[in-house]
Nanobody, 124 residues
Framework: QVQLVESGGGLVQAGGSLRLSCAAS????????LGWFRQAPGKEREFVAA????????YYGDSVKGRFTISRDNVRNTVYLQMNSLKPEDTAVYYC?????????????????WGQGTQVTVSS
């Protein structure tokens, strides 16, 4: 069973950047669709971005288009989320997820494996 481990979260000022990473252990991402979601306190888990195998198509949530970039390294079994021009409303716990299918979806219920999450806090 694939286990996902996120890293790279932290505290950053508005307008700054962070790069999140998510590595697979116990398996590979071969053939899987990979995604990032986030959940702010009191809110539902929200789709952020997803990338199909082996590197596209790519999908973004409306609130992050033009600011965030998702990418994957299939040799290192790692998916990244580059976040630029961060805003206070981007504050949330960010989760990576993988889907045992390459059919595109932005629905969290269609993803099979989840990481433990990494906190991103953007100060104003």
């Amino acid at each position: 069973q694939v286990q996902l481990v996120e890293s790279g979260g932290g505290l950053v000022q508005a307008g700054g950047s962070l790069r999140l990473s998510c590595a697979a252990s116990g398996g590979t991402f071969s053939g899987y669709m990979l995604g990032w979601f986030r959940q702010a306190p009191g809110k539902e888990r929200e789709f952020v971005a997803a990338v199909s195998w082996p590197g596209g198509p790519i999908y973004y949530g409306d609130s992050v288009k033009g600011r965030f970039t998702i990418s994957r390294d299939n040799v290192r079994n790692t998916v990244y989320l580059q976040m630029n021009s961060l805003k206070p409303e981007d504050t949330a716990v960010y989760y990576c997820a993988s889907r045992d299918s390459n059919v595109a979806t932005t629905r969290k219920y269609n993803y099979d494996y989840w990481g433990q999450g990494t906190q991103v806090t953007v100060s104003s």
